[in-house]
């Protein structure tokens, strides 16, 4: 298994502000993923982080937006830029399965909200 | 494209009811698929999975069996407890990629 450390766990920003996320990991892996979660909705993909290459962003999701910094295998972080209220969400960082069929690790998420 | 569609909730029990929740999906292929449980303000855990058709994935007196012919992966408990009170997720890896694609997500309450 793999143990996902994600800090921090809650804030409270300013709108038009920046919040940094980061996501650590107790081993090595290729790929890491993060996710938001809207307020009652399911989980969408932001991107996912490979080292040594720049991430891969999903439909309606930008890098100016969301930069991500991926500079070992065992860490990465998440900035949501120039926030506003409908940033609000919970962000979940993730790492792949290491083999076919076996599950993905969650991190407890960050819950940002935006005032 | 890959999707999944998970029953609707809020859903509602008392102690000791009976559990489905119902999920299907549409994938090239024959994914893994999985349940994701999430704890009021925690992060997602695993709950149980299934790898290839028939499969039946089991953990905490949950189970789901792994349809082919439906592509259905239905999460079922004989008895909850107040502690299940979660929101449940389905899940499957889309085709091609390690990417998960999830159902829109199940609360469930239990009261007492």
């Known amino acids: 298994s793999a143990v996902i450390s994600q800090k921090p766990s809650r804030d409270i920003c300013q709108r038009g502000t920046s919040l940094t996320i980061q996501c650590q990991v107790d081993?090595?892996?290729?790929?890491m993923f993060w996710y938001r979660q809207q307020p009652g909705q399911s989980l969408t993909l932001i991107a996912t982080?490979?080292?040594?290459?720049?991430?891969?962003?999903e439909s309606g999701f930008v890098i100016d937006k969301f930069p991500i910094s991926r500079p070992n295998l065992t860490f990465s972080t998440l900035t949501v830029s120039n926030m506003s209220p409908e940033d609000s969400s919970i962000y979940l960082c993730s790492v792949a399965p290491r083999a076919k069929g076996t599950e993905a690790f969650f991190g407890q998420g960050t819950r940002l909200t935006v005032v | 494209g890959d999707s999944v569609t998970q029953m609707e909730g809020p859903v509602t029990l008392s102690e000791e009811a009976f559990l489905t929740i119902n999920c299907t999906y549409t994938a090239t292929g024959y994914p893994s698929l999985f349940w994701y449980v999430q704890y009021p303000g925690e992060g997602l855990q695993l709950l149980l999975k299934?790898?290839?058709?028939?499969d039946k994935g089991s953990n905490k007196g949950f189970e789901a069996t792994y349809r082919k012919e439906t592509t259905s992966f239905h999460l079922e408990k004989g008895s909850v407890q107040v502690s299940d009170s979660a929101v449940y997720f389905c899940?499957?890896?889309?085709?091609?990629?390690?990417?998960?694609?999830f159902g829109k997500g199940t609360k469930l309450t239990v009261n007492p």
């Open positions: 081993s090595q892996v290729t790929m």
């Open positions: 899940a499957h890896i889309q085709g091609g990629s390690e990417k998960l694609v």
């Open positions: 982080a490979n080292q040594g290459s720049e991430a891969t962003y």
């Open positions: 299934a790898t290839k058709a028939d």
